[in-house]
């Protein structure tokens, strides 16, 4: 009996690696689909959709307590805060979107993806959802749709946090004076592209398997020209430091997180960021060593252990 039992398991672990290899070698999208799915499931995270005028959003919601909605920045989608989720939904209601144009969200092909376009369209996502007095996280330009949201509605948001937000002046560094004249830091249509857009973002690029490199090229040759599109309104000179003249509106707590290596927007943009804030009631900076321009992704822990701290004293 225990002789077939285990040949039976020994057949089940082949039977298992053998489709595992078949889905790595000719599906490979289909194994990172299915990590996300265990991921969100693990942080107790479960997907909804609303639509809302000509945009269907996709979300992910999970846990009780006070809420804390946050959003992801240029090129990504929520599946960026996965790594600090699980530590946020033990004591926060979460509500991660899907920005229109990203991720499953609807992306329609003569819309405006910049700044002031994303934040109107959050609004109408925050009245449909009917949030009230929640914490508003923003990473990158996700940060800077945060910023001007909360500066045009005081009342909903009761605390913002900017991780390396876009829309601030900084120190003009190589990625800024590529961006200015004309030239997408982020773009790329190979592998080797691909690892040099990871050693922009990351301060310890992640190694990724050559399958799974292959599907990031290929959705990104899928998408550059929508990338292409959105990266020019972005860096629009009413959009690309967007942030420093409303800094002085803002009336809520304000947390600014970066990372020392960023090298897409400096550090130097916590300088603005502070000088900006006259009429907010308390000020927090922190940097983290050892990553780049994600610390979600880089420094998950730390980042969730911040957020968490953040939103609990407000």
């Known amino acids: 009996m225990l002789l077939r039992r285990l040949k039976m398991l020994l057949a089940l672990a082949v039977l298992i690696a053998v489709i595992g290899g078949g889905l790595y070698l000719f599906a490979p999208q289909w194994l990172m689909q299915v990590n996300t799915w265990r991921k969100a499931e693990q942080a107790g995270l479960t997907t909804h959709y609303v639509q809302i005028g000509d945009t269907d959003w996709a979300y992910y919601e999970g846990g009780q307590g006070p809420t804390i909605v946050l959003l992801h920045g240029y090129g990504t989608d929520r599946n960026v805060w996965l790594k600090v989720a699980p530590t946020l939904t033990r004591n926060f209601h979460l509500i991660i979107p899907d920005l229109p144009g990203w991720g499953e969200s609807t992306r329609n092909a003569g819309d405006n993806y910049d700044i002031s376009h994303q934040a109107e369209r959050l609004h109408a996502?925050?009245?449909?959802?009917?949030?009230?007095?929640?914490?508003?996280?923003?990473?990158?330009?996700?940060?800077?749709?945060?910023?001007?949201?909360?500066?045009?509605?005081?009342?909903?948001?009761?605390?913002?946090?900017?991780?390396?937000?876009?829309?601030?002046?900084?120190?003009?560094?190589?990625?800024?004076?590529?961006?200015?004249?004309?030239?997408?830091?982020?773009?790329?249509?190979?592998?080797?592209?691909?690892?040099?857009?990871?050693?922009?973002?990351?301060?310890?690029?992640?190694?990724?398997?050559?399958?799974?490199?292959?599907?990031?090229?290929?959705?990104?040759?899928?998408?550059?020209?929508?990338?292409?599109?959105?990266?020019?309104?972005?860096?629009?000179?009413?959009?690309?430091?967007?942030?420093?003249?409303?800094?002085?509106?803002?009336?809520?707590?304000?947390?600014?997180?970066?990372?020392?290596?960023?090298?897409?927007?400096?550090?130097?943009?916590?300088?603005?960021?502070?000088?900006?804030?006259?009429?907010?009631?308390?000020?927090?900076?922190?940097?983290?060593?050892?990553?780049?321009?994600?610390?979600?992704?880089?420094?998950?822990?730390?980042?969730?252990?911040?957020?968490?701290?953040?939103a609990v004293a407000h």
């Open 125 to 310: 996502f925050v009245h449909t959802l009917q949030l009230k007095h929640f914490v508003l996280v923003g990473h990158s330009m996700g940060g800077a749709i945060a910023g001007v949201y909360a500066s045009e509605h005081l009342d909903n948001v009761s605390a913002l946090a900017l991780v390396s937000s876009f829309g601030l002046d900084f120190v003009k560094n190589d990625f800024a004076r590529r961006a200015l004249s004309g030239h997408n830091p982020f773009a790329f249509d190979d592998r080797a592209g691909l690892e040099r857009m990871l050693r922009l973002v990351f301060a310890q690029p992640p190694s990724m398997p050559s399958r799974f490199a292959d599907v990031m090229v290929d959705r990104e040759r899928a998408s550059h020209a929508f990338l292409d599109k959105v990266f020019k309104e972005l860096v629009q000179p009413d959009q690309y430091t967007i942030l420093d003249k409303r800094l002085g509106k803002l009336t809520m707590p304000v947390l600014g997180l970066w990372c020392r290596k960023d090298k897409i927007i400096d550090v130097s943009a916590l300088s603005t960021l502070r000088n900006g804030l006259t009429h907010a009631p308390s000020i927090s900076a922190t940097v983290l060593n050892g990553c780049g321009h994600v610390p979600e992704l880089e420094k998950p822990d730390e980042t969730a252990r911040i957020l968490a701290g953040f």
